[in-house]
C-alpha cells in the first residue's frame, strides 16, 4: 500500500532544497552523472521529501521495507501481484540517482539526497522480461515485455533512432527529444542529457527539453479567461485573428522550462492595442508554442554542432494540439524546418507496443519497427524570412523582460 499521495512532475514544493544544493556546488556532479539538472520537476528530490516528511517512512526504507519506483514500477508492481520490483533505464535516469553513464544507481547522488540503496528497483532494458500479469487481472498471465518512460516511447513511436531525428510531444507541456545515438551529448545550452532507449544492455543517448506549458494555455483560454469553450475552436479563431496583430503571450505561468530554467518568471501578454481581441489573444497562446520550440530546436542544433553531429532538419510531431492544422503550420514556419505529423499519433503507447513487440519477437528489430512509420501530413515553412526573424526577435525581446 502507498504511504503517501504519488507527487506529479509540476509538483515545486522541493524548490528551496534544489536551490540550497546549487548552492552548496552540487548541480554539476548531478549534471555529470545523470545528464539533468538539479530542478524539482525530477523525482529524486520528492523522495527525499518522502523519506523526511512521511512518518515512518525513512524507518521503513532502512530497514527494507519500502519499495519506491516512478509509475512503471507502481504498475509492474501491482500487475504482478508483488512479485516484481523493477524499472527501465529510461524511467530510472530522470530519477537524479541514476548514472547514465555506468548504468547503475549512483551511490554519491543517493548519499547526496540521503537515500537508502534498499529502496530502489532493479534496473532492466526498455525491453525485457518484466515479470506476468496476474491471471485473475486480466484472464490470462501475460507477459510485461516493454516499458519506457513517457518521451523516450515518443521517441521509439516515432522510429527516431538515427542521431538527429527529432521528436516533440505536444499534451499539457511539450517535450522534444533529439536523438544523439550512442554518443551522450554534454549541453552548452542546459538542455538534459538523458537515455533514449536501453536495448540489449547498449544505451542510445538523446537531449531533451521541456516547456512547461503547451496544451496547458489552451485550458487557461478556456477555464480561466473563458475565451473558448475548447481546444478544437482554437485553430479557427488564430486563423480569423489580425495576421498583422503583434500580440506575444510569454507563458511562464509556472516558470519557464528549457533552455531557461527560470522559474520564478511569470505569463505576460505584450504587445496589445486596442483592436487586440480574444483571436488575437488565442492566436498569441498557439504562437508561444512555436516559439518556445524554436527556442529548444535551436540549443538542440548547437548542441548537436558542437559534438560534430548533424542538427535536426525536421520535427515529428504527435499529442493533441498537433490537429490543430494552423499551429502545426505556424510550427513549420517559425522552426524553417519541416514538421512531419504521423498517422498514428498516440506515440507514447505506439512506442511502448514497439518495444513489447521486439521483445517477443513479434517486429523484429530496429528497422522493421522504422518501417512501419507513416507520416500522414507534412506541413512545409510558408513564411517569409524578414517575417520569421522579425516575430522571433519579438518573442526573444519579451522573454528577456519576464527573466528580468
Known amino acids: 500500500k502507498p504511504v ?50 512521511v512518518e515512518g517512512a525513512r524507518a521503513k526504507a532502512e530497514k527494507g521495507e519500502l519499495c519506491f519506483g516512478t509509475i512503471d514500477s507502481w504498475l509492474i508492481y501491482n500487475l504482478t501481484g508483488g512479485k516484481r520490483h523493477v524499472t527501465d533505464a529510461t524511467n530510472a535516469s530522470r530519477t537524479l540517482l541514476f548514472n547514465i553513464e555506468t548504468n547503475e544507481w549512483d551511490d554519491e547522488l543517493l548519499s547526496l539526497l540521503d537515500v537508502p540503496r534498499a529502496i530502489l528497483p532493479e534496473v532492466l532494458d526498455c525491453c525485457a522480461d518484466f515479470g506476468m500479469t496476474e491471471k485473475e487481472l486480466l484472464g490470462a ?10 518521451q523516450q516511447a515518443a521517441t521509439v513511436g516515432q522510429a527516431c533512432f538515427e542521431p538527429g531525428l527529432m521528436k516533440s510531444t505536444y499534451g499539457t507541456g511539450c517535450f522534444a527529444v533529439v536523438n544523439t545515438g550512442k554518443q551522450r551529448v554534454e549541453s552548452g545550452n542546459r538542455l538534459r542529457g538523458t537515455i533514449a532507449y536501453r536495448i540489449g544492455g547498449e ?18 483560454l478556456r477555464d480561466e479567461m473563458k475565451l473558448i469553450d475548447s481546444s478544437a475552436e482554437s485553430e479557427a479563431m488564430a486563423r480569423d ?23 520564478e518568471a511569470r505569463a505576460a501578454l505584450f504587445g496589445m492595442t486596442r483592436d487586440t481581441g480574444a483571436k488575437e489573444v488565442v492566436r498569441a497562446a498557439l504562437e508561444s508554442v512555436s516559439y518556445q520550440t524554436r527556442d529548444l530546436m535551436d540549443a538542440m542544433g548547437a548542441d548537436m554542432k558542437a559534438a560534430g553531429l548533424v542538427s535536426p532538419q525536421a520535427l515529428r510531431v504527435d499529442g493533441g494540439m498537433v490537429a490543430n492544422n494552423w499551429f502545426a503550420q505556424n510550427l513549420a514556419d517559425i522552426l524553417a524546418r519541416p514538421v512531419e505529423r504521423p498517422e498514428i499519433t498516440e506515440t507514447t503507447a505506439l512506442g511502448a507496443a514497439y518495444l513489447a513487440g521486439m521483445q517477443t519477437g513479434f517486429y523484429g528489430d ?3 519497427v522504422a518501417a512501419h512509420w507513416r507520416c500522414e501530413r507534412a506541413f512545409e515553412p510558408e513564411m517569409a524570412e524578414s517575417e520569421r526573424a522579425a516575430r522571433y526577435g519579438r518573442w526573444q525581446g519579451y522573454v528577456k523582460r519576464v527573466i528580468g
Open 4 to 53: 503517501h499521495n504519488a507527487i506529479v512532475w509540476q509538483d515545486r514544493r522541493t524548490a528551496a532544497f534544489c536551490a540550497k544544493l546549487k548552492e552548496e556546488g552540487k548541480e554539476a556532479t548531478f549534471q555529470t552523472k545523470t545528464g539533468l539538472l538539479l530542478d524539482p520537476y525530477f523525482s529524486g528530490t520528492k523522495l527525499r521529501w518522502l523519506l523526511d516528511n
Open 141 to 150: 498471465a501475460i507477459p510485461v515485455a516493454g516499458v519506457a518512460g513517457d
Open 203 to 220: 544505451s542510445t543517448y538523446a537531449l531533451e527539453g521541456s516547456i512547461f506549458m503547451a496544451g496547458a494555455i489552451m485550458q487557461w
Open 241 to 263: 485573428a489580425n495576421p498583422h496583430s503583434q500580440a506575444v503571450l510569454v507563458p511562464a505561468f509556472t516558470g519557464l522550462g528549457a533552455p531557461y530554467w527560470e522559474p
Open 366 to 368: 530496429m528497422s522493421n
